[in-house]
């Protein structure tokens, strides 16, 4: 299946060219292959992409690159600098008629003559990083966008968070509404070349003993967290703790701006037990297990409650970044932090649960959009006070534990606890007319009504 990951070849330098399927706000990273004599598998791909709405787009790394793939020959002429030449038409790319972009790895890559060479004005591309403004000069906005930025960065920050390092409450803000106006942002927590979700709260250290190179290959900066034992473990607590510490970082994931990118088999709790860099496991280590849709059946749900919930809320996909300000004219911005007191966030070092709110528009009724999220990743309980929003009330509508809200009508605020290491999503509810609360009367000072009325007096005489 295209959602299989698998690896033919042993040795390291063979190169392997990895897929990613795009649908329209996310990106899966899918199956590996380094043999196109298998045309089959991009009629797959190209069947898939009609009916499912998705792009294919390839991890090619261009110092490397076969002939039998899309070639980009690059020539250097003198000083006139490089002359692109794209051999599209050629018989041996007749297979990639499928794709639809190319994310590029590695050095010494030409990305500025590549995004203006006009003969890929609709091919999405993804790098590391661009010289916006020597692609978009004089302020040039792209329509449509096919540029991507494919960075670590919100990987390392979000899983610091997750695992509760201090002093990440900072970086996390960042994450949550980065965008581009000229460039997609790709995030991810998970990737081909480390952990898996399950992995990445299982373990500490990697595990890469299998592949005979005395675990000295693969990353030994994983972030990563094992939960209180390493490898698999048979207590329910620490089980228990792990599926929770996944559906956090999937609720990271799909809730933050820009395209998620979702590695295959982290919705169900994929494991490659350990090892961090799977290039030479053509076994069950580096596949798929799709035994994990029945064990982990729980995680699975939630990624598909996730997926509606962002694709129900435009709020959570914008095309740039959120501002800060009352884009929607509903007097709230359209991102505001919170802590444990309302419009107050907590953003010392020590500090490791806030609260997110979103005011967007709901295109289908005009009226406003209230999301407010709320993230713990201590170890410890926290109460945060809810926004109050007239005529509205808050509803807990996704969570990774059971977050009761607290109504005080003395103070006229509800509340939500928050359990240690969980999250909650609550959206704001209209109230009827029925339901709608009547305003407190304004309390007066005794002899408040004769200094009224004589004040009306004074301005009957014209005084």
Not at 82 to 87: A, G, H, N, P, R
Not at 268 to 295: A, I, M, P
């Amino acid at each position: 299946g295209i959602r299989q990951k698998r690896f033919r070849g042993k040795q390291r330098h063979r190169n392997p060219v990895s897929f990613e399927m795009h649908s329209v706000n996310m990106v899966f990273q899918n199956p590996v292959l380094d043999n196109l004599k298998d045309i089959s598998l991009f009629n797959i791909i190209g069947k898939i992409k009609l009916h499912r709405n998705l792009d294919a787009i390839p991890v090619q790394f261009p110092h490397h690159t076969p002939e039998r793939l899309t070639r980009i020959a690059v020539r250097r002429i003198g000083s006139l600098g490089c002359k692109i030449k794209c051999l599209l038409k050629s018989p041996a790319v007749q297979p990639l008629s499928h794709i639809d972009g190319v994310h590029l790895k590695g050095n010494r890559i030409p990305v500025t003559l590549l995004a203006t060479e006009p003969l890929l004005a609709n091919t999405k591309i993804m790098c590391e990083d661009f010289y916006l403004h020597e692609i978009y000069p004089n302020a040039e906005q792209p329509v449509p966008k096919i540029l991507g930025y494919y960075r670590d960065e919100y990987m390392y920050d979000i899983r610091k968070y997750l695992k509760g390092d201090q002093d990440t409450l900072k970086g996390f803000q960042y994450h949550m509404r980065k965008n581009h106006h000229k460039c997609g942002v790709i995030n991810y927590i998970t990737n081909y070349f480390g952990f898996t979700l399950n992995d990445l709260v299982s373990y500490e250290r990697k595990h890469n003993e299998p592949n005979g190179e005395n675990n000295s290959d693969g990353t030994d900066y994983n972030f990563s967290w094992n939960c209180g034992a390493e490898g698999p473990s048979r207590k329910k607590a620490i089980k228990q703790l792990r599926h929770k510490q996944m559906k956090n970082a999937l609720s990271f994931l799909l809730t933050a701006q820009g395209t998620p990118l979702l590695l295959a088999g982290d919705e169900f709790g994929n494991s490659q037990n350990g090892n961090n860099n799977c290039y030479c496991q053509d076994n069950e280590t580096g596949w798929v297990d799709w035994r994990g849709l029945t064990k982990n059946n729980d995680i699975f749900v939630y990624v598909k409650e996730l997926i509606a919930f962002r694709k129900k809320h435009g709020i959570l996909h914008l095309d740039t970044s959120l501002s800060m300000l009352d884009r929607y004219g509903q007097g709230y911005p359209d991102i505001s932090y919170h802590g444990e007191e309302a419009w107050k966030a907590q953003l010392d070092t020590f500090h490791r649960h806030i609260g997110i709110m979103y005011c967007g528009k709901d295109d289908s009724t005009d009226e406003a959009d209230y999301i407010y999220i709320a993230y713990n990743m201590h170890w410890n309980s926290h109460r945060f006070a809810l926004p109050s929003i007239a005529n509205y009330e808050w509803i807990s509508v996704i969570g990774t534990a059971e977050n009761n809200i607290v109504a005080d009508k003395e103070k006229n605020t509800e509340y939500i606890d928050i359990s240690p290491r969980s999250i909650s999503i609550l959206t704001g509810r209209r109230l009827p007319e029925t339901e709608k609360k009547p305003k407190a009367p304004i309390k007066q000072a005794k002899g408040s009504d004769k200094n009224i009325s004589k004040g009306n007096n004074d301005i009957k005489k014209g005084k």
